[in-house]
Each structure stands twice: as C-alpha cells, then as structure tokens.
C-alpha cells in the first residue's frame, strides 16, 4: 500500500525559512508529477508547486522566487524549501503524487497527511 509522509512543518516568525519533505513508500512502479498544495484556515486547497519527472517545476504565484520545489527520483521524494515566509503563508501544506504501483495502468493521485506551517508576524 502506498503512503507520503510529510515531516518539516512547524513555527517561524515573518521573513524566516523551513523545509518541507514527502517521502512515498510502498510498491511504485512510477511516479509522474508531485506537488505541493497548501489550505489556509478558511480557503479552498490551493497548488504552491509542481515538478515533473524530469525536474520541470510551476509555482504559484505567489510563491515564485520564496519557494522551490525539488525531488529525489532515487529515493521517491519531493521537498518544498519555503524562504522569505510571510504571515499569509500560514497553512498545512500537503504533497500529492500522481503515481503507479504496477505497469500499464494509469497514475493515481496519492496524498501526505499534511504539515502545519504557522508563520507568526
């Protein structure tokens, strides 16, 4: 059965940095995108970043230039390094696969647990 876990949330004040890891374990034939999405108290789950499999990244906007995505093909893991925080960066943030756990069958999207960023001003 496949699992993400997330680990790497936590408190920072205003301007400072975290990092965010997802490692997915369990029988995977093939992961394609993974990406990270975030849900502020009150607001629809929204997409921070993504990454393909062969490393091209998409951010929101409003993280473009604070946040980077990167992954770890070898070993099924994506992290989300989050610099420059901002109060309204607060939020649990998951990561989500779009993987396969056996050949010639389609992706399926899996999801972390998530992990509370809580950026203080």
């Known amino acids: 059965q496949v699992q993400l876990v997330e680990s790497g949330g936590g408190l920072v004040q205003s301007g400072g940095s975290l990092r965010l890891s997802c490692a997915a374990s369990g029988t995977i034939f093939s992961i394609n995108y993974m990406r990270w999405y975030r849900q502020a108290p009150g607001k629809q789950r929204e997409l921070v970043a993504s990454i393909t499999s062969g490393g091209s990244t998409n951010y929101a906007d409003s993280v473009k230039g604070r946040f980077t995505i990167s992954r770890d093909n070898a070993k099924n893991t994506v992290a989300l390094q989050l610099n420059s925080l901002k109060p309204e960066d607060t939020a649990v943030y998951y990561c989500?696969?779009?993987?396969?756990?056996?050949?010639?069958?389609?992706?399926?999207?899996?999801w972390g647990q998530g992990a509370q960023v809580t950026v203080s001003s």
């Open positions: 989500s696969a779009d993987l396969r756990e056996i050949a010639y069958i389609s992706d399926r999207a899996y």
